[in-house]
Structure formats: C-alpha cells, structure tokens
C-alpha cells in the first residue's frame, strides 16, 4: 500500500514537472525568437552607425545564444509533449486549486515579506518621504516571517528580532562601515 | 615582473606560511572564520557557496590577505561541516556530504560517532593538504599553458565549462543545464559590451549598464531560494546520539594500509575539482565509487565501513585545491563556492587569469599558505566545535533562516551600495526558487554569467581578426582540441559514443539489415 501510494506520488510529480517544463518551454519558445529579432535589430543598427560586419556586431552572439536556447526549448517541449504533457493545469480554477493546497501560499508569503523588506521598505517607502531606517525594517521582517510560521515562542520571536537587528546594524555599519539606511 | 617558477612558487609559500603563523590576527580570523565555516556546514540549506557568496561582499572592505583568509576559511570549513550532520543525523549538512551518510551515519548508530568524526576530520585534512600540494605545484604549469592561448582557445574553454557544468548537473531532462548556462550567458551580456560599447539587454535601465554584478546574483540563485525552501518545508530535527561503545580505531595504522587508496581519492578529488563548475558534491561521489569497487569488502558499503567516510571526505575536501587550480590559472572557477571566489577576488580587484601571476606573482604561493593553515584550523576546530554543533543542530532551521535572509540582503547592499541590486535580486531569486523547482542548475546559470563576457569578447575578437572566417575559431591545435571535446560533451549527453556509433554503423551496414 505504501509503495503504490508511494508510486502514484512519484508519477504525479512527473507529470507535473512535464507540464512545467512544456510550459516553460514554449515560453523559452517565444523569448528566444523575440531575443533572435532583438539581436538582429541591435546588429543592423550597430553596422549602419558603426564600422562593424555582421559577424562582429555585437547581437551576433546574442543571436547565436537564442538559436541555441530555440533548439533546446524545441526539445524541451517535444519531450513534454511526447510524455503526455498538457498545459489543462492552467485553468483559472486548477490554478486556484494548487494555490489552496497551501504549500504553494506559504511560497508567495515567503516571496511577499522578502518584496517587502527588500524593495518597499528599504530606505524611502515609494511615493512617500517617510524613511524606515534599516533596524526597523529588520525587526519589522523577522517579526513578520517568524511569527506567521510560528517559528517558535512569541517571546523568543521578539527577543531573535530585537538582538538581531541592532547587532546586525551595530557590526554592518559601525564596524565594517556599510553604509545602511 | 614575470610569473614565479615552481621551486620560487614553492620557496615562497613556506616564507608566506611563517608570516601567516606570525601574524595573530590571521589566527584569529582563521579560527573565527573556520568555526562559521563549519557551523554553515552543518546546517542543512546552507552551503560553503552560500557562506562565501555572504562573506565576499562583508569582506570588501578588508585587506586583501585578510579578506583571502576569512574566505577559505569558510570555504574549507563548510566542505568539512557537511560530514557532521552527515554522521550524527544522516542529513548532509552540504551536498559534498551526501556519500559521508552512507557509512558515517551506520558507524555512528553503532556507536562509533566518535571514531566517525575523527575518520571524516583526518580525511578532510588528508584531502584539503593533497589539493593544497597539487595547487601550488600545478597551477604555475597550467598558467604558462594559458599563456600560449588566443582568443579561440579562450571562447572554446569557457563555452567548454559551460557545456560540460551543465551536462554533469543533475536534472531530469537533458538540456536543462545548457540552458541554465545560456541563460547566464545572456545575463552577463546585460550592459555596455566590451568590444563596440554598445548598450545590450538593458530595457532602458541605467543601473543595468554596468551589467549584472555576479556576487548579488549568487546569493540570488543560491541562497534567498533556499530560505523560502526551508521556510516551507524544514521539519524539526531529530538528533539523538548513541552511546559511545565501540574502541577508538588505530588510525595510522588505517592511513597506512589505504595509502594508494588516499592518493587515488585525493587525485580524484583535485581531477573533478578542476573541470569547471563540477565541484565537491560528485568528486565524493565517484571516490565513494571508487572505494566501493576497490576494497575486498565492498559489498559491505553502507553498512559502515571506515573507508566509506574517508573516500568522499578526502575528495570533497582535495577538490577546493583542484576548483582554484582552473581558477587562478584561467579564470575558470572549478566548483560553484570556486565561482564566489572569483567573485571575491575581482571585487578586490585582482584580474583573475593567466595574467594574475605575472601580475601578482606571490598570489599562488600565498594563497597555498592559506589553505595549508586553514588544514590545521579545520582538524583544530573539528576537534573543539563537533560537540557544540549537536546544540547548533537542535536549532530550528526556521529560526535561522530570517536571520540568514538578512545576511543575505546586507551581503547583496554591501556589493556597492546600490538598492537597485536588491530589486533585482529579490526577482532573481523569484526566478531562481522556480528554476531550482524545475531541476534546472543555477551552478551552470552562475558560470555562465561568470564565463558569458569572456565568451563574447573572445569568440567576437576571434572573428573580428579573421574578418569574420569562422574557421579561424578550430585552425590552431588547442583550440581545435577544445572544440572536440565540446562536440564531444554534447554527443555524449545525447548517448553518442564511439562504441554506439560503430553499433549504429555494423546494424545499418550489415547485410541481414538489407
């Protein structure tokens, strides 16, 4: 029993990693032909500006990587395809589905704390003058992440938060002289 | 000023080892950076290239000596640290440790814990000292070779590293690590190009006109992922030590006996070391092999057998001399804590390359002195921090991980004060969570972005030479040699060989088949 439901998980995520890969395939389909007439476009304008040959413009090589990547996302799809991928998980209420399943929410949590501390509250919030220095930004990150995966005793969580940020700072900025906000 | 020969390389790395050992401050950072070093070791998720992607950017602001001191102390401590987790609770601390759980963690559940940890430290020592020989002998050959290279030689070797980083990385489809490599080939084409100065890839950017800087890139692709990983899926660790039972073992006698056998593994070590981007994890691996097929018990493997743990330690440890081999002498970087090395080193300003021991003549023999210290330190440190670490392993990884995150972001800042660089590596690493999802290899995505200028330059150079004759990439004999063995890599992956060509050509041929 336990090695079918073993098996049954085995094949599940093969086919799911060949649904991803035929997906990302003919992504890499697309990019690499638009990255093809981009370097095309760089090369022509490049030769009628300067004295350059085609060979030596500098799309050439540009071109010649998107050649390469067009050949393996062919064979990346090709082998999707011919092992029964689809692209049917991409329907709004799959979508939905999978996200539900929860793993794939605690993934967008992760990635939304780390937008956060990295982008918005990094020195100036956007749109506004209000400056967060870095200690806060910090305490306010580890606070956030820790507590929302329970990490371990609320207590403990404001203790880590606390010792973390203004040591960080204090070593950073002070004794190795990285200039933060 | 000219490169040094082998015996002034040799002179000079004992007179670099007295200053070393004269200077207390080095001791101390050694030691400091070794015990972090083994502590990133021992936590599952975190890695040595992790722990040198964070250290290249906090050590910018330190002497060069100091900042190559705290480097591969981390380095060498990392590769090490990997066998404790491996030993006490069969989770390999780093990938270079996933052979070491085969018969460390077996002896350890015997009651042989101690004898395990002295068997993987002795042959961590073992290995990091026969990399550290070759290195320092080695390197100054391989440099005069590169020497004698042109600009095709050049593109071959680094479409070469790329090509073959990308067929050895692990990944269920066959293409997946070219490309990951061609994708960070494109990456390091992001930026004004070195030959024309025109403006690539950069979507009207100005932060991205000096390219995408690799360090931040690196804690990218192989740090904040892991966060989100082990964030969503790290469960509490179970580590419970058994009661020591067994006699110590005898170890010279063991050394003795498997003298041949240490040689063979160190050469392996140091031989998949220096094929660019392979690195520690399967030099373990094929000395594990080795050990396997060579000891008159191998069937016994994996029930824990001394030489079990000894094969991949030696070999993951004698592979750090054989990744900085390629390194100082091409500019290649042999493994991916190699690469952030690299980086290291060009963010200090060094040109890695042929030409950094004509430049620099002493860095060899120095850096040689460095890693022959960082050997002491790490049996040292084995020592004192294998109990401590039991504690350290008790840790949620959970609670770690945001303080790790903002190392991770401080290292990124660090690079050059540019928030810009958090932006993007906070999409990169996006990217890099989904591309390590699919099985596609940010080490080849990483030595593409390393190799990807060198490639461009070279390969443009070369034709601009010939007026745009393509022959005159393979027209010299190195280069042409390079070729083959990139024709070869991508026959081989698709299970071309001499042998199934011949097959292929009797079956076609032969006269049942009219």
Known sequence: ?181 | MGSLSILENISMFFSYSMQFVLNPINLILMMGSMIIGIIFGVLPGLSATVAIALFASITYSLQLDSALTILFGVYIGAIFGGSISAILINIPGTGSAAATCLDGHPLALRGETRNANMLARSASLIGTLFGMIIFVLFTPLVTKLALMFTSPEFFWLAIFGILICGSISNSDVKVKGWISGFIGILMALVGLDDIQGWTRLTFGIPDLMSGIPFVPMTIAFFGLPQVVKVMKDAKSVDVKLTKEEAPKVKLFPLIKRNFWNICRWGGIGVGIGAVPGVGENIAAWVAYDDAKKHHPEGHKFGTGIYEGVMAPETANNAAIGGAIIPLISLGIPGSPPAAMMLGALTMHGLKVGPLLSVERPDIIPQIGSIILWGTIFLYICGILVTKPMVSILKISQKVLMPIITVLCVIGTFAYNNNPFHLTLVFICAIAGYFFDKMNYSSAALILGLILGNMADSFFRRALFISDGNVLALVNRPISFMFFLACVWTVAKQFGFSPKSIRAWLKKKFSPAHD
């Open chain 1, 1 to 181: 029993m336990e090695n079918q439901t073993k098996e049954l998980n085995t094949s599940k995520e093969f086919r799911e990693a060949r649904e991803r890969d035929l997906l990302f395939g003919i992504l890499l389909v697309i990019g690499s032909i638009v990255l093809g007439i981009y370097a095309h476009s760089i090369s022509t304008q490049a030769m009628a500006i300067m004295d350059a040959e085609y060979f030596t413009a500098p799309g050439f090589t540009i071109l010649m990587i998107a050649i390469g990547l067009l050949a393996m996302a062919i064979y990346l799809v090709n082998n999707a395809l011919r092992q029964g991928a689809n692209l049917k998980w991409l329907h709004p209420k799959r979508l939905v589905q999978r996200f539900k399943d929860g793993r794939a929410s605690q993934t967008f949590i992760v990635f939304f704390y780390l937008f956060l501390y990295m982008v918005v509250l990094w020195d100036n919030i956007p749109f506004t003058r209000i400056r967060i220095p870095f200690w806060l930004n910090t305490m306010i990150f580890m606070n956030l992440i820790m507590f929302t995966f329970k990490v371990t005793k609320p207590r403990n969580i404001l203790i880590i938060s606390i010792i973390t940020s203004f040591s960080v700072h204090f070593v950073f900025n002070n004794l190795i002289g990285v200039q933060l906000p």
